[in-house]
């Protein structure tokens, strides 16, 4: 446990319970598939099928059609439209045609976007609920594509994710949200450096002509459009100097409303962002957050459903000419680009799932090297929110692989009285702790929500020792860096559970060894006799069950190297504040 000075430091007994992993993604260790269902929506108490949304789509567009044509037959109707053609006589125009900058920036927002949502479908198979509250009571989703929760059983988070396809998601096989995230995560870096690139383009040219609206007559102008559109009466298209209401008014919401609240939703599901921001955070708690983030994406999905339904009948040479070749003439010159770019899409669509399984840690090390730096700042938020009791959640989602031992069978049915704690490694004065020792020690409570790295939160009060308090007793040394907690429970792939943090997580007011939970010791389900509770995390961080504490210099020589369990054989990240 301690060594003299100079002398490599022996690690904890558990240590060599750890186990290596492969750098590949290895199906016969991995979760067994499990299908969900076709998504539903709840409306009260009844759930509905979202396939009767196509029908029902069908007929709503039919009756469109028919009462939009009569529509036109009105005087009133046809001097609405002579009126508001569909542009307002002042909307100023674009002289620049489409320019190459325009065309690239186009190109990879499409191509970025379709591996967002891909990686974003895959996430949301984690946990395939939505809800409106914080809390996630089974039976309080609005959403679901999943049965519902099993009753008179225990039916962890992992439980419930569910199977997506390899061609929908990425990498398309169940609980692989570690690689989905860093896929997400990581395009999206680059989406959004690209849409920063159009900001600051489209207003350093004519370009924003197209998109923001100058007068209020874009409105009923865009009324107008869009009865021509139902009517099936196309109006003129001038897209090469401007767009019509409609399109600007569409392209609006989308650039400046729609991808804003994508970003903005998605930082907000941050447990260390969250638990800053007051009382930002507890409106916008996650699971609002998580809704709202998936209408935005359909909202995108619609868009490119209607967007690109459009140009291919109303023009398709043109439109195409104009957008992939910068061309306002009758050639073919937008197909030869667009045949290309869109085989470029479709072979990268379809290596996608199959390279990431193959190539697992090289895409998690690569959306380290992308994202990493940014869950590093994101650490240095102060997770100082606090919640009341009456924001505890009624039910809160259990996960995580059950001790399975006769030590840990003999500590329960001795409740817990012969437990010790061994803290140690580069510190001062190794210790170990019996449950009634840390019971003694300073206690403190927290209310405070929990984020699942799968999509799931609940709130709970917490009480125990904090690990400033333990600090002080063991006194880490100027080279401890990293604290290990090591658990008395085996991950899900074999192996002892474990996950490091670094020295400023340990200092945050609110990191804790907890031993209580809502005014009861900690049951058995959730981490009994001891877990750690580091609230600008996720919860997988929170090691269950805690052995032993040790504190080191650097964490390459544990287990696979990568900062713990779920680090090393799911592929997630040591830092995960978001």
Same mark, same amino acid.
């Given at each position: ?8 430091? =022996? ?11 492969d ?11 499990q299908?969900g269902?076709?998504?539903?929506i709840?409306f ?16 709503l ?14 005087p009133?109707?046809?001097?609405f439209?002579?009126?508001?053609p ?9 002289m ?8 690239l920036?186009?190109?990879l927002?499409?191509f ?5 949502i891909r ?17 996630? *009571? ?24 569910? =199977?997506i ?25 680059l ?16 370009q924003?002509?197209?998109l ?21 009466t196309?109006?003129?298209d001038?897209?090469? =100097?401007?767009?019509?209401?409609l ?13 804003p ?18 009382w ?14 998936f ?10 459903l ?17 957008m992939?070749?910068?061309?306002n ?20 669509w ?18 380290e ?6 869950k ?11 919640? *009341? ?5 009624p039910y ?26 061994r803290v ?16 003694a ?27 400033r308090h ?18 008395l ?22 990191t ?23 609230e600008?995390?996720l ?6 069950w ?33």
């Amino acid at each position: 446990m301690h060594s003299e000075s100079g002398a490599r430091p =022996t690690h904890d007994p558990i240590q060599a319970s750890l186990t290596p992993a492969d750098d590949r993604v290895l199906l016969s260790h991995w979760l067994p598939p499990q299908s969900g269902v076709v998504p539903r929506i709840r409306f009260g108490q009844r759930w509905v099928n979202v396939l009767w949304a196509l029908p029902i789509a069908f007929v709503l567009l039919v009756i469109g059609v028919a009462v939009a044509q009569a529509l036109r037959t009105l005087p009133g109707v046809q001097a609405f439209l002579v009126r508001y053609p569909g542009v307002p006589a002042s909307a100023p125009t674009v002289m620049s045609g489409f320019p190459a900058w325009l065309r690239l920036t186009h190109f990879l927002n499409l191509f970025f976007m379709a591996f967002i949502i891909r990686a974003g479908i895959q996430i949301l198979a984690d946990h395939p609920r939505l809800y409106w509250h914080r809390d996630c *009571t089974p039976g309080t989703d609005w959403f679901r594509f999943q049965k519902p929760v099993p009753p008179g059983r225990v039916w962890t988070a992992k439980d419930d994710s569910v =199977t997506i396809p390899d061609w929908l998601g990425i990498p398309g096989i169940r609980h692989s949200i570690g690689l989905a995230r860093w896929w997400h995560f990581s395009v999206n870096m680059l989406w959004t450096l690209n849409g920063i690139a159009i900001y600051v383009l489209l207003f350093s040219t004519d370009q924003w002509h197209r998109l923001v609206p100058t007068t209020w007559e874009v409105i009923p102008n865009a009324a107008s459009t869009a009865l021509q559109y139902l009517s099936l009466t196309f109006p003129d298209d001038h897209s090469w =100097t401007r767009y019509n209401s409609l399109q600007q008014l569409t392209y609006f919401l989308t650039v400046f409303v729609a991808a804003p609240t994508s970003i903005v939703t998605g930082f907000l599901q941050s447990p260390s962002l969250s638990n800053h921001l007051g009382w930002v955070g507890r409106v916008l708690n996650r699971q609002r957050a998580r809704s709202i983030h998936f209408l935005a994406m359909w909202w995108f999905l619609l868009f490119i459903l209607a967007h690109v339904t459009l140009v291919f009948i109303t023009g398709a040479r043109a439109n195409l000419n104009m957008m992939w070749a910068g061309a306002n003439d009758a050639s073919w010159s937008g197909f030869a680009v667009f045949v290309p770019a869109m085989a470029l899409v479709a072979l990268a669509w379809w290596r996608a799932s199959p390279f990431t399984i193959r190539h697992a840690r090289l895409v998690q090390k690569t959306g380290e090297f992308m994202v990493g730096w940014l869950k590093g700042l994101a650490e240095w938020w102060d997770p100082k929110s606090q919640l *009341t009791e009456k924001d505890i959640s009624p039910y809160f989602w259990l996960n995580g692989t059950m001790p399975k031992s006769a030590e840990f069978d003999a500590l329960v049915a001795g409740e817990f009285a012969g437990y010790r704690l061994r803290v140690g490694g580069l510190v001062a004065r190794p210790q170990d702790f019996s449950l009634a020792d840390l019971r003694a020690m300073p206690q403190q409570e927290q209310i405070t929500t929990h984020f699942c790295i799968q999509g799931w939160s609940g709130v709970a009060k917490w009480g125990g020792v904090p690990m400033r308090h333990l600090l002080d007793l063991v006194q880490p040394t100027a080279d401890a860096r990293y604290a290990v907690f090591y658990s008395l429970a085996d991950g899900g792939d074999g192996g002892r559970y474990y996950d490091v943090h670094r020295m400023v997580n340990m200092r945050h007011a609110l990191t804790m060894l907890a031993i209580d939970m809502n005014g009861a010791p900690v049951s058995v389900l959730h981490g009994a006799p001891v877990r750690l509770r580091c609230e600008n995390e996720l919860g997988f961080k929170m090691v269950k069950w805690v052995a032993a504490i040790e504190f080191v210099r650097d964490f390459k020589d544990l287990g696979a190297g990568h900062g713990g369990y779920n680090e090393d054989h799911e592929f997630y990240g040591y830092r995960m504040p978001i």
